[in-house]
Structure formats: structure tokens, C-alpha cells
């Protein structure tokens, strides 16, 4: 089983759609995690933490589920500029940082 | 601010050849990552500096791939001979903390091995 694991998608949504990445993650003792974002052909940035409670950054909203070993990242309202790829990173055994393959999303006019 | 530097941009090599990057991260930021990212995957890790010293390089082929941090700064990754399965993207990237902080990456070195 991989470390950190992402369905690929393309997923495909209109302008306005509601969309949502899960990743699932398989430490146990895992205790970071984030949301990065990465543009065709450039480097992967933060896009957000993933805290335990929860948090929103504007249409953006990160869930951790411990129990189940996933976070997710939900995006309200899509804007044609949110299509990238949606990289979940998980710090793994040793303290280090594992970037799952990530999820393309492509937003339609 | 000055972001992480990186170069060359592209590289292109005939396998067997030898190939050298270099890095050099935002500066005060103590840990330093060499990531390799293949197409259509994420980001693999390949060795982790903190100032000079080598944290993680459980996953660098050590019989091809060496990398140094030299007084802490900047790094330089090589790779020698270089083989087809090593035509990637290498990110350098660099944070203030201890694996747990905000990475920031550098713009990356296309290789291409022909």
C-alpha cells in the first residue's frame, strides 16, 4: 500500500461547481498535513495546513479524519484559475514529508 | 524576498553522461530537500540537509546519485552515469523548520536523458 494515495481524477467540473479530494494516508502516526498546489509545469505551493478541527481559507475548506485515515479538500464556488493538480503531503515514518501523486482538476467555462 | 534559486532550467544528456544541479535555498532556512518528480507523479524525496548534515537519503540511488551541502547554504545534486528512468523534474526546496513547515520550492531542472 502507498504512503499517501490520491484518486488522479481528471476531475472535470463547470465554473460555480462544488468539488471534492479525499487522500488517505497510511501511518497511523502521522501528525502533519497539507495541501499543496501545483500548475502545469511549475512547482508545487502551499495551498493550506490540515489541522484537526478543521479550517476554511475563503472557498476552501481542509477536513482530517484520524479514525479513517483520510483528509480532504473541498472547493466551493470553482473559478476556472483553481485547475492544477492537488498535491496531498503527509509527514511519514521518519519525519519526513510524502507527496501523494496528486489530483488534476480541470474547471469548464 | 528572494526565492530558492535553481539551475540549469533544462538539461538534456545521453544516458551515461554525468549531470550537476545546484540550489541555493531562501536564505536563513536551515532545511533543505531534493525532490525528484517524475511525470504524472508526485514528488518523491530524494535527501534531506538540515544546515550540513544529512537527515534522510533513504531513497537517493547512492551507486548514481550524490548530493552535498557544503557550509550549510547551497547544494548541489549530482548524478553519475545518469540512466533513462532518471529524465524527471528535480525540485530543490528549502523551510525554516523541521520537516513540519511551509516547503518552498525552487522552479525545478528539467532533465532529459536521451
Known amino acids: 500500500r502507498k504512503e499517501v494515495e490520491q484518486d488522479p481524477g481528471p476531475f472535470n467540473v463547470p465554473e460555480g461547481a462544488t468539488v471534492a479530494f479525499n487522500c488517505t494516508y497510511s501511518?497511523?502516526?502521522?501528525?502533519?498535513f497539507f495541501w499543496y498546489r501545483q500548475d502545469c509545469r511549475k512547482e508545487p505551493k502551499l495551498l493550506m495546513s490540515v489541522y484537526s478541527s478543521g479550517n476554511e481559507d475563503g472557498r476552501f475548506t481542509a477536513q482530517l479524519n484520524r479514525a479513517s485515515q483520510y483528509i480532504s479538500l473541498l472547493i466551493r464556488d470553482s473559478k476556472l484559475s483553481d485547475s492544477a493538480t492537488y498535491l496531498c503531503v503527509v509527514n511519514s515514518y521518519g519525519n519526513k514529508l510524502v507527496f501523494g501523486a496528486g489530483t488534476i482538476l480541470r474547471v469548464k467555462s | 524576498e528572494a526565492g530558492v534559486a535553481q539551475s540549469p532550467r533544462y538539461k538534456i544528456i545521453e544516458k551515461r553522461q554525468s549531470v550537476a544541479f545546484w540550489c541555493n535555498p531562501i536564505s536563513g532556512h536551515a532545511t533543505l530537500y531534493w525532490y525528484q518528480q517524475i511525470l504524472g507523479q508526485g514528488p518523491k524525496l530524494l535527501i534531506q540537509f538540515q544546515n550540513n548534515g544529512v537527515v534522510d537519503d533513504s531513497q537517493l540511488p547512492k551507486d548514481r546519485f550524490s548530493a552535498e551541502r557544503l557550509k550549510g547554504v547551497d547544494s548541489t545534486l549530482k548524478i553519475q552515469p545518469a540512466k533513462l528512468e532518471d529524465s524527471a523534474v528535480y525540485l530543490c526546496?528549502?523551510?525554516?523548520?523541521?520537516?513540519?513547515?511551509?516547503?518552498?520550492f525552487g522552479s525545478g531542472t528539467q532533465l532529459s536523458v536521451l
Open positions: 526546496a528549502s523551510s525554516s523548520g523541521f520537516s513540519n513547515e511551509k516547503l518552498f
Open positions: 501511518n497511523s502516526a502521522s501528525q502533519s
